[in-house]
């Protein structure tokens, strides 16, 4: 089990640029992939983000495409996602997962690993 705790989330406002914070323990040798849902009232979690840890390949939904980064530092076993120019249909909880595959995964349940979340609120 790799356990992950998210941090940096909370009440924002519209163009804001926070940083989310994610940091693994346990059994991370496994891990291949890391990635980020976000899930808002009513709706299904969605796909945001992922890196393949090794290659550093990164993958983004359109909606997040030039607006975030996905990035990693191996030596502190942390994933972070860079949100910049933040809209209030960014407001979700947001989610870090860990997946042993090392590939472009956008399927939430291909991921056995998640945080508790971080709740991200945009205000206009």
């Known amino acids: 089990q790799v356990q992950l705790v998210e941090s940096g989330g909370g009440l924002v406002q519209a163009g804001d640029s926070p940083r989310l914070s994610c940091a693994a323990s346990g059994r991370t040798h496994y891990t291949a992939t890391m990635g980020w849902f976000r899930q808002a009232p009513g709706k299904e979690r969605e796909f945001v983000a992922a890196?393949?840890?090794?290659?550093?390949?990164?993958y983004y939904t359109n909606s997040v495409k030039g607006r975030f980064t996905i990035s990693r530092d191996a030596a502190k076993n942390t994933v972070y996602l860079q949100m910049n120019s933040l809209k209030p249909e960014d407001t979700a909880v947001y989610y870090c997962?860990?997946?042993?595959?090392?590939?472009?995964?956008?399927?939430?349940?291909?991921?056995?690993?998640w945080g508790q979340g971080t709740q991200v609120t945009v205000s206009s």
């Open positions: 890196i393949i840890w090794s290659g550093e390949g990164t």
């Open positions: 997962a860990a997946s042993r595959l090392d590939r472009p995964v956008v399927i939430a349940q291909t991921y056995a690993d």
